[in-house]
């Protein structure tokens, strides 16, 4: 048993305060945001006229009803939360037979080239064998299916049945999805907010003859590790938000959002400490990529994508569980990185299936929504133009990109609730959580049997 538990602090109605380290945010916050917002303004009064010439030629009606643009921002967030809720239905419905619809079309996906290409005679079949680095893709999924129904298929059983219990969860606490969709905005918001102190401040960097020196451009480095700093750190809070809601319910409690975001605040030191780590690594991600993309080796420049790509997924890897562990355990960053590491060692192959089996259970979700934006578009835009099939076919595509918002909130929320739930039942067979939980009896029944084959098949 760990000496802190997060469900504790629930009962009390009490939660640890960091003042200190709130107020040091709210100024880095603050500043970022109101540089922003001033850099953004002063571009606004200088290329008023163009901004408002190029939407008028984009749209006039649009040009002269800006507040469309928040109407219709708006009607995209609540549609999200609706679609959100119509996968979560879907997820408690259907569970593990998303991994295998996910499996099927991944494999479909993977050989279609090679399967297009032998049909068609581009690729005669008796010339596939020195063709092979196409197959390559098709091999490496065939392979991992087989791995995951055969050898594994105990372990993805269990999956299964958390996919069920992450959409039971998200449906009874719909907070769930409010920290990821903020982030979404926040996102969005801060790249604004980053390009316009980089436009107003540095508008040299438009000039692709500038060369980067830094003395003269200091301020485009500092600049890059605030915008990284606060949009990491705002995805850290959302995330361990979204985790502490799900660990409380878990432990058969009924949380708000109010209560997620205390927990998150009661950890802020760790989460600032994990966030500057993580910027850390994405710098040195992208010192790499910039070094040997100047290369003239081809072979160079792959391997410091490759060597860019490896740091970026041992780190995930290696982070893995400290969110859920350093909400739940209030734990340092240090000590939830070692916690999230060692649980990892010992849980690897559930780690992996998530990453792969569910993943691809949770796209074929994402899947849906975008078919279903694509075709309700096209049926207002063969309503609205009279049949016009030119005009249907583009409100289908632009339909189509903006499902990415909504299957984009389902995939992060359903990431955040899963992994947290793996957690919650890693310590819960390990006996270190006792008591009642809030998995239904016929469901826990069937993850203690998956479990129990599982360990016995290794």
């Known amino acids: 048993m760990t000496s802190v538990d997060l469900i504790d602090y629930h009962e009390r109605k009490k939660y640890p305060s960091h003042k200190g380290a709130i107020a040091g945010l709210l100024v880095v916050f603050g500043a970022f945001i109101g540089l922003g917002v001033y850099s953004l303004w002063n571009l606004w009064q200088v290329y008023e006229t163009e901004i408002t010439t190029a939407l008028a030629a984009l749209s006039p009606l649009l040009a002269d009803n800006l507040w469309l643009l928040a109407v219709g ?24 037979t998303l991994i295998y619809i996910g499996a099927g079309i991944m494999n479909l996906l993977t050989w279609g080239l090679v399967l297009w290409l032998v049909i068609t005679g581009a690729i005669p079949i008796a010339l596939l064998a020195t063709a092979w680095p196409i197959m390559i893709p098709g091999l490496f999924t065939l392979f991992l299916t087989l791995l995951l129904f055969t050898v594994f298929r105990d372990r993805v059983r269990r999956a299964g049945e958390i996919i069920k219990l992450t959409g039971q969860v998200t449906l009874d606490e719909k907070g769930t ?11 969005l918001i801060s790249a604004l907010l980053f390009g316009g102190i980089l436009l107003y401040y540095m508008p040299q960097i438009l000039d692709s003859s500038h060369v980067f020196t830094l003395e003269t451009d200091w301020g485009y480095i500092v600049g890059i590790v605030v915008y990284l700093f606060v949009t990491i750190f705002f995805y850290n809070i959302a995330y361990s938000t979204t985790s502490a809601i799900t660990y409380i319910y878990m432990r058969g409690k009924d949380p708000s959002l109010g209560d997620g975001v205390k927990a998150s605040l009661g950890v802020v030191g760790g989460l600032v400490v994990l966030s500057i780590m993580s910027v850390i690594v994405v710098l040195i991600q992208m010192v790499i990529r910039a070094v040997t993309r100047k290369s003239g080796s081809p072979i160079a420049r792959g391997a410091g994508a490759a060597a860019s790509g490896i740091i970026g997924w041992v780190w995930m890897l290696v982070n893995y569980f400290t969110i859920p562990a350093m909400v739940a355990e209030e734990l340092s960053a240090t000590k939830a990185i070692k916690r999230s590491a060692g649980l990892v060692r010992k849980n690897f192959v559930d780690v992996m299936i998530k990453e792969t089996a569910v993943r691809w259970g949770f796209g074929v979700l994402a899947g849906m929504m975008f078919i279903g934006f694509a075709a309700f578009g096209a049926l207002f835009g063969y309503i609205y133009f009279a049949g016009d099939i030119y005009m249907t076919i583009i409100l289908a595509v632009v339909f189509m990109v903006f499902a990415a918002i909504p299957s984009t909130l389902v995939l992060r929320t359903f990431d955040i609730v899963y992994v947290t739930l793996l957690y919650v039942f890693i310590r819960r067979k390990e006996g270190d959580i006792t008591g009642k939980t809030a998995i239904p009896a016929a469901m826990n029944q069937e993850l203690d049997r998956a479990y129990d084959r599982a360990q016995k098949s290794g």
């Open 73 to 96: 921002l708006g009607a995209l967030v609540l549609l999200s939360l609706l679609m959100g809720l119509g996968a979560s239905m879907a997820a408690r419905r259907f569970g593990g």
């Open 177 to 187: 999805f409010v920290p990821p969709l903020l982030t979404m905005v926040f996102t």
